[in-house]
Every structure is written in C-alpha cells, then in structure tokens.
C-alpha cells in the first residue's frame, strides 16, 4: 500500500538536510518468496533520508504512524527521499482495508493498494 501526504518534498532538499554517515546498502539475496519475508528483512534496514524528510515535512511522520496502526501492516516505512511512504500487508485484501481506512481518516492523501506480482508473470 502507497500512501502520500500530497505535499512537495524536493529530493534535493531531503539531501541537504540530512547528517550523518549512510548506513549499509540495502542488498539482499535471494528475494523474500512473500510480504512477511521482506518485511522482515527490511526491518533490518533503513531509509537513511527518513529523519531529513520529516524534518522538513512533519506530515510524513503522520503517515508512517498511521499505517503502522493499521491492522495487519508488517511494516510501514518511507520510499526514497518521501513524500511517499508504503506498508506490507501479507495479502491484498488487508492491502485495500487498510487504504480505505486511510482514504477515511485522510481524504486529502492520496492512496493506492496492491499485490505483488510473482517472477514468473514478469516479462524479461
């Protein structure tokens, strides 16, 4: 589930603000077989831009506490420099009870949900 508080957030500000040495690279293999796994290998990660964001747009830890209180999120974490956050349900149906309960208590963020899509149905 995507979540964005619609506000600008220019990367190159997300940059400027933040201190601090990057943390290791967030690599991994081989690739978690469903949302539970990569949960819990990105718990073991983070976004190093996550406080420089928030510290220029509050709103962003407004939306990464609110879908971590969804029920049934794994995980809710930042995507990128922000605005844009995202948390990992272990199914689509969770997915999209949790964006409707967002587009409720949120209707000014945009919202969108989905599922995974398997190796196999990629085209190369």
Not at 45 to 65: F, H, K, W
């Amino acid at each position: 589930m995507l979540v964005n508080p619609q506000i600008a957030l220019p990367t190159d500000a997300v940059f400027a603000a933040r201190r601090g040495p990057f943390g290791n690279a967030g690599r991994f293999a081989p690739m978690p077989q469903d949302a539970a796994g990569l949960a819990g290998v990105l718990g073991r990660l983070r976004n190093d831009l996550t406080n420089a964001a928030i510290s220029i747009a509050p709103e962003i830890g407004a939306v990464l506490a609110a879908l971590a209180r969804l029920p049934g999120a794994l995980i809710a974490r930042m995507s990128g420099s922000g605005a844009t956050c995202f948390a990992l349900f272990a199914d689509r149906k969770k997915a999209e009870q949790g964006r409707t309960a967002i587009a409720k208590a949120e209707p000014g963020w945009w919202s969108a949900a989905g599922g995974f899509v398997a190796a196999e149905r990629l085209s190369r």
